[in-house]
């Protein structure tokens, strides 16, 4: 929850920044790639880079935002929905 409490400009640096991390997942599975021979040990161990990237996003505490938002926008939603609603029916279900 400590994200929430975070300033906007945080949050999309720590964004921008797991976003360019991910990428590198990209060159480091490439470079695993081009540098093991032809066979099934390339075959196995290339997809093994695409690790990386999110090895620097969790331990760089970064925000992957396709992981983390689901708590913000299920508030932001009952709260429209129960704006629009008067409160009515998804009172109920606000956290």
Do not use: D, K, W
Not at 25 to 53: C, D, F, K, M, W
């Amino acid at each position: 929850m400590n994200e929430l409490e975070r300033a906007a400009a945080a949050l999309l640096l720590s964004g921008l920044a797991a976003g360019l991390s991910m990428g590198f997942s990209l060159v480091v599975q490439g470079e695993i790639h081009a540098n093991l021979p032809p066979g099934p040990a390339r075959v196995l161990l290339s997809p093994l880079g695409y690790t990386v990237g999110f090895l620097i996003v969790v331990l760089g505490r970064q925000q992957l935002f396709t992981e983390n938002t689901l708590t913000p926008i299920c508030r932001c939603c009952i709260t429209v929905i129960s704006t629009l609603c008067n409160g009515s029916f998804v009172y109920g279900f606000s956290f």
